[in-house]
DNA sequence: CGTCGATATTGACAGATCTCGATGTTTGGG
DNA sequence: CCCAAACATCGAGATCTGTCAATATCGACG
Protein backbone atom coordinates (compact mmCIF):
# COMPACT_ATOMS: atom_id res chain seq x y z
CA UNK A 1 0.00 0.00 0.00
CA UNK A 2 1.24 3.17 -0.82
CA UNK A 3 -0.40 4.81 2.02
CA UNK A 4 1.62 6.01 5.42
CA UNK A 5 0.55 4.10 8.13
CA UNK A 6 0.68 7.46 10.24
CA UNK A 7 -1.95 8.99 8.36
CA UNK A 8 -5.21 9.39 8.96
CA UNK A 9 -8.66 8.29 7.38
CA UNK A 10 -10.88 10.86 6.47
CA UNK A 11 -13.58 9.30 9.14
CA UNK A 12 -10.68 9.35 11.92
CA UNK A 13 -9.83 13.05 11.12
CA UNK A 14 -13.57 13.88 11.20
CA UNK A 15 -14.74 12.38 14.55
CA UNK A 16 -13.77 15.58 16.33
CA UNK A 17 -15.58 17.96 14.82
CA UNK A 18 -18.53 19.41 15.88
CA UNK A 19 -22.16 19.66 13.65
CA UNK A 20 -21.54 21.74 10.32
CA UNK A 21 -24.53 23.59 11.48
CA UNK A 22 -23.06 24.71 14.58
CA UNK A 23 -20.13 27.47 13.90
CA UNK A 24 -18.50 28.17 10.48
CA UNK A 25 -16.15 25.14 9.20
CA UNK A 26 -12.66 26.32 8.89
CA UNK A 27 -11.18 25.61 5.19
CA UNK A 28 -8.97 22.97 6.74
CA UNK A 29 -11.70 20.87 8.54
CA UNK A 30 -13.68 21.03 5.34
CA UNK A 31 -11.20 19.75 3.23
CA UNK A 32 -10.54 16.89 5.57
CA UNK A 33 -14.56 15.94 5.85
CA UNK A 34 -14.84 16.46 1.99
CA UNK A 35 -13.44 13.34 1.22
CA UNK A 36 -15.18 10.87 3.52
CA UNK A 37 -18.56 12.58 1.81
CA UNK A 38 -17.09 12.28 -1.69
CA UNK A 39 -16.95 8.58 -0.70
CA UNK A 40 -20.46 7.89 -0.88
CA UNK A 41 -21.60 10.58 -3.26
CA UNK A 42 -22.00 7.60 -5.75
CA UNK A 43 -24.92 5.50 -6.68
CA UNK A 44 -22.80 2.06 -6.59
CA UNK A 45 -21.06 2.68 -3.18
CA UNK A 46 -24.55 4.41 -2.06
CA UNK A 47 -25.44 0.66 -2.74
CA UNK A 48 -22.59 -1.03 -2.01
CA UNK A 49 -23.17 0.46 1.76
CA UNK A 50 -26.27 -0.34 2.03
CA UNK A 51 -26.06 -4.22 0.79
CA UNK A 52 -23.34 -5.02 3.03
CA UNK A 53 -25.22 -2.74 6.35
CA UNK A 54 -28.14 -4.96 5.80
CA UNK A 55 -26.51 -8.43 4.84
CA UNK A 56 -26.78 -10.92 7.33
CA UNK A 57 -24.27 -11.11 9.71
CA UNK A 58 -23.64 -7.70 9.18
CA UNK A 59 -21.22 -8.85 6.53
CA UNK A 60 -20.97 -9.41 2.87
CA UNK A 61 -18.44 -11.52 0.46
CA UNK A 62 -17.58 -9.54 -2.20
CA UNK A 63 -18.19 -12.50 -4.60
CA UNK A 64 -22.18 -11.40 -3.01
CA UNK A 65 -21.64 -7.89 -4.20
CA UNK A 66 -20.47 -8.52 -7.29
CA UNK A 67 -23.56 -10.69 -8.32
CA UNK A 68 -25.90 -7.29 -7.11
CA UNK A 69 -24.38 -4.95 -10.33
CA UNK A 70 -24.02 -5.42 -13.58
CA UNK A 71 -20.62 -3.72 -13.31
CA UNK A 72 -17.24 -5.54 -13.82
CA UNK A 73 -15.88 -6.99 -10.90
CA UNK A 74 -12.58 -4.48 -11.28
CA UNK A 75 -14.98 -1.66 -11.17
CA UNK A 76 -17.09 -2.99 -8.19
CA UNK A 77 -13.06 -3.60 -6.07
CA UNK A 78 -12.45 -0.26 -7.04
CA UNK A 79 -15.46 1.32 -4.85
CA UNK A 80 -15.05 -1.05 -2.39
CA UNK A 81 -11.18 0.52 -2.21
CA UNK A 82 -12.57 3.68 -1.35
CA UNK A 83 -15.07 3.17 1.22
CA UNK A 84 -12.64 0.82 2.71
CA UNK A 85 -10.11 4.04 2.67
CA UNK A 86 -12.49 6.63 3.75
CA UNK A 87 -12.85 4.39 6.43
CA UNK A 88 -16.56 3.07 6.10
CA UNK A 89 -16.02 -0.17 5.55
CA UNK A 90 -13.86 -2.45 7.32
CA UNK A 91 -12.16 -5.87 5.35
CA UNK A 92 -11.77 -8.83 6.41
CA UNK A 93 -9.99 -11.61 4.37
CA UNK A 94 -10.68 -15.34 5.08
CA UNK A 95 -9.21 -17.54 2.69
CA UNK A 96 -9.58 -16.68 -0.74
CA UNK A 97 -12.77 -14.48 0.37
CA UNK A 98 -12.94 -10.97 1.16
CA UNK A 99 -15.58 -10.05 3.77
CA UNK A 100 -16.36 -6.33 4.20
CA UNK A 101 -18.48 -5.02 7.14
CA UNK A 102 -19.36 -1.52 7.73
CA UNK A 103 -18.25 0.73 10.34
CA UNK A 104 -21.05 1.85 12.08
CA UNK A 105 -19.52 4.53 13.99
CA UNK A 106 -17.65 6.16 11.32
CA UNK A 107 -20.95 6.55 9.22
CA UNK A 108 -22.54 7.46 12.61
CA UNK A 109 -20.21 10.51 12.92
CA UNK A 110 -20.43 11.18 9.75
CA UNK A 111 -24.59 11.60 10.23
CA UNK A 112 -24.01 13.40 13.55
CA UNK A 113 -21.78 15.76 11.72
CA UNK A 114 -24.67 16.20 8.71
CA UNK A 115 -27.35 16.63 11.18
CA UNK A 116 -26.45 18.88 14.17
CA UNK A 117 -29.66 17.72 15.36
CA UNK A 118 -29.36 14.68 16.08
CA UNK A 119 -27.07 15.38 18.86
CA UNK B 1 -34.56 27.87 -15.64
CA UNK B 2 -34.51 24.82 -17.75
CA UNK B 3 -35.17 22.77 -15.40
CA UNK B 4 -39.47 21.65 -15.51
CA UNK B 5 -41.65 22.68 -12.70
CA UNK B 6 -42.68 18.72 -12.14
CA UNK B 7 -39.10 17.44 -11.22
CA UNK B 8 -38.28 17.15 -7.57
CA UNK B 9 -35.19 18.31 -5.73
CA UNK B 10 -32.89 15.83 -4.99
CA UNK B 11 -34.17 16.27 -0.93
CA UNK B 12 -37.87 15.82 -2.35
CA UNK B 13 -36.94 12.43 -3.82
CA UNK B 14 -35.33 10.85 -0.93
CA UNK B 15 -37.26 11.91 2.15
CA UNK B 16 -39.32 9.06 1.82
CA UNK B 17 -36.43 6.53 2.45
CA UNK B 18 -35.62 4.26 4.66
CA UNK B 19 -32.14 4.52 6.20
CA UNK B 20 -29.05 3.46 4.42
CA UNK B 21 -28.17 0.56 7.08
CA UNK B 22 -31.50 -0.93 6.82
CA UNK B 23 -32.37 -2.39 4.21
CA UNK B 24 -30.45 -2.86 0.65
CA UNK B 25 -31.02 0.48 -1.12
CA UNK B 26 -32.74 -0.12 -4.67
CA UNK B 27 -30.56 1.20 -7.99
CA UNK B 28 -32.96 3.23 -8.20
CA UNK B 29 -32.99 5.26 -4.69
CA UNK B 30 -29.58 5.48 -5.16
CA UNK B 31 -29.56 7.61 -8.18
CA UNK B 32 -31.71 9.61 -6.37
CA UNK B 33 -29.87 10.06 -3.16
CA UNK B 34 -26.68 10.66 -4.65
CA UNK B 35 -27.25 13.90 -6.09
CA UNK B 36 -27.79 15.54 -2.61
CA UNK B 37 -24.70 13.60 -1.52
CA UNK B 38 -22.73 15.06 -4.38
CA UNK B 39 -24.28 18.31 -3.50
CA UNK B 40 -22.20 18.24 0.03
CA UNK B 41 -19.57 16.50 -1.63
CA UNK B 42 -17.23 19.18 -2.02
CA UNK B 43 -15.09 21.64 0.62
CA UNK B 44 -16.20 24.97 -0.47
CA UNK B 45 -19.93 23.88 -0.26
CA UNK B 46 -19.25 22.08 3.38
CA UNK B 47 -17.96 25.44 4.22
CA UNK B 48 -20.83 27.83 2.13
CA UNK B 49 -23.29 24.97 3.94
CA UNK B 50 -21.82 25.78 7.59
CA UNK B 51 -21.89 29.69 7.31
CA UNK B 52 -24.92 29.91 6.50
CA UNK B 53 -26.04 27.48 8.80
CA UNK B 54 -24.19 29.56 11.52
CA UNK B 55 -24.99 32.78 10.34
CA UNK B 56 -26.81 34.78 12.76
CA UNK B 57 -30.38 35.51 11.42
CA UNK B 58 -30.03 32.03 10.10
CA UNK B 59 -29.72 33.70 6.93
CA UNK B 60 -26.28 35.06 4.87
CA UNK B 61 -25.73 37.60 1.72
CA UNK B 62 -24.05 36.03 -0.99
CA UNK B 63 -21.98 39.15 -0.38
CA UNK B 64 -20.76 37.70 3.06
CA UNK B 65 -20.28 34.57 1.52
CA UNK B 66 -17.95 35.66 -1.70
CA UNK B 67 -15.93 37.49 1.24
CA UNK B 68 -15.05 34.39 3.22
CA UNK B 69 -13.50 32.80 -0.02
CA UNK B 70 -10.62 33.24 -1.97
CA UNK B 71 -12.25 32.38 -4.98
CA UNK B 72 -13.72 34.47 -7.55
CA UNK B 73 -18.12 35.48 -7.75
CA UNK B 74 -18.83 33.40 -9.83
CA UNK B 75 -17.54 30.05 -8.50
CA UNK B 76 -19.46 30.96 -5.37
CA UNK B 77 -22.47 31.68 -6.92
CA UNK B 78 -21.42 28.11 -8.74
CA UNK B 79 -21.39 26.30 -5.62
CA UNK B 80 -24.75 28.14 -4.20
CA UNK B 81 -26.56 27.34 -7.36
CA UNK B 82 -25.61 23.60 -6.86
CA UNK B 83 -27.05 23.73 -3.22
CA UNK B 84 -30.08 25.54 -3.87
CA UNK B 85 -30.95 22.98 -6.91
CA UNK B 86 -30.65 19.97 -4.50
CA UNK B 87 -32.56 21.84 -2.13
CA UNK B 88 -30.43 22.44 1.08
CA UNK B 89 -30.18 26.34 0.35
CA UNK B 90 -33.11 28.27 0.06
CA UNK B 91 -32.77 32.13 -1.61
CA UNK B 92 -34.41 35.04 -1.09
CA UNK B 93 -33.68 37.97 -3.33
CA UNK B 94 -34.35 41.38 -1.28
CA UNK B 95 -33.41 44.71 -3.67
CA UNK B 96 -30.09 43.84 -5.10
CA UNK B 97 -28.98 41.09 -2.55
CA UNK B 98 -29.74 37.90 -2.20
CA UNK B 99 -29.84 35.84 0.77
CA UNK B 100 -29.53 32.29 1.55
CA UNK B 101 -31.14 29.68 4.69
CA UNK B 102 -30.71 26.18 5.44
CA UNK B 103 -33.51 24.36 4.71
CA UNK B 104 -33.03 22.23 8.31
CA UNK B 105 -35.71 19.51 6.83
CA UNK B 106 -33.40 18.34 3.87
CA UNK B 107 -30.10 18.39 6.04
CA UNK B 108 -31.66 16.53 8.59
CA UNK B 109 -33.61 13.98 6.36
CA UNK B 110 -29.80 13.23 4.95
CA UNK B 111 -28.16 12.36 7.83
CA UNK B 112 -31.10 10.44 8.91
CA UNK B 113 -30.36 8.83 5.81
CA UNK B 114 -27.38 7.92 6.44
CA UNK B 115 -27.14 7.12 10.35
CA UNK B 116 -29.81 5.23 10.77
CA UNK B 117 -29.54 4.93 14.21
CA UNK B 118 -30.68 8.50 14.81
CA UNK B 119 -34.22 7.54 14.52
C1' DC C 1 4.62 -27.50 -7.91
C1' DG C 2 0.92 -26.19 -11.17
C1' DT C 3 -3.36 -24.64 -11.85
C1' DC C 4 -7.69 -22.48 -10.80
C1' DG C 5 -10.74 -19.29 -8.63
C1' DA C 6 -11.32 -14.83 -5.92
C1' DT C 7 -9.74 -10.04 -5.58
C1' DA C 8 -6.72 -6.32 -6.46
C1' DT C 9 -3.99 -3.33 -9.47
C1' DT C 10 -2.83 -1.00 -13.80
C1' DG C 11 -3.55 1.71 -17.96
C1' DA C 12 -6.58 4.01 -20.85
C1' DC C 13 -10.58 6.54 -22.24
C1' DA C 14 -15.04 9.25 -21.89
C1' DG C 15 -17.55 12.16 -19.27
C1' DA C 16 -18.18 15.02 -15.14
C1' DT C 17 -16.46 18.80 -12.17
C1' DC C 18 -14.05 23.04 -10.55
C1' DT C 19 -12.38 27.19 -11.72
C1' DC C 20 -11.90 31.48 -14.16
C1' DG C 21 -12.69 35.68 -17.27
C1' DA C 22 -16.14 37.79 -19.94
C1' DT C 23 -20.68 39.04 -20.29
C1' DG C 24 -25.69 39.25 -19.14
C1' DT C 25 -29.56 40.67 -15.94
C1' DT C 26 -31.80 43.13 -12.50
C1' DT C 27 -32.35 46.77 -9.14
C1' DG C 28 -31.75 51.28 -6.96
C1' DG C 29 -29.96 55.99 -7.35
C1' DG C 30 -28.79 60.21 -9.54
C1' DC D 1 -32.53 57.61 -18.83
C1' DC D 2 -28.18 55.95 -17.61
C1' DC D 3 -24.92 54.17 -14.53
C1' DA D 4 -23.16 51.35 -10.87
C1' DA D 5 -23.48 47.50 -7.92
C1' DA D 6 -25.00 42.60 -6.87
C1' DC D 7 -25.53 38.41 -8.62
C1' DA D 8 -26.17 34.90 -12.42
C1' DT D 9 -24.93 32.70 -16.74
C1' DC D 10 -21.78 31.31 -20.46
C1' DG D 11 -17.74 29.25 -22.55
C1' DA D 12 -13.33 27.25 -22.00
C1' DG D 13 -9.46 24.88 -19.89
C1' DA D 14 -7.45 21.71 -16.45
C1' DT D 15 -8.23 18.15 -13.35
C1' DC D 16 -10.88 14.41 -11.27
C1' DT D 17 -13.88 10.28 -11.61
C1' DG D 18 -16.20 6.00 -13.24
C1' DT D 19 -15.66 2.35 -16.12
C1' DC D 20 -13.54 -1.42 -18.61
C1' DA D 21 -10.07 -4.97 -20.45
C1' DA D 22 -5.82 -6.86 -19.34
C1' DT D 23 -2.92 -8.47 -15.97
C1' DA D 24 -1.04 -9.36 -11.37
C1' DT D 25 -1.48 -11.47 -6.70
C1' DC D 26 -2.76 -14.66 -3.38
C1' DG D 27 -4.58 -18.82 -1.28
C1' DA D 28 -6.53 -23.58 -1.78
C1' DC D 29 -6.31 -27.96 -3.59
C1' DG D 30 -4.79 -31.85 -6.43
Known amino acids: MSKSLLELTPVQAVACCSPVTREPLSADAAER ?6 AIADPVRLRLLSLVASHADGEACVC ?14 HHL ?7 LLDRDKRGVWVYYRVNATALGDLA ?3 GGVTA
Chains 1, 2 share one sequence.
Open 112 to 114: TLL
Open 64 to 77: DLNDAFELSQPTIS
Open 81 to 87: KLLHDAG
Open 33 to 38: IAPLVK
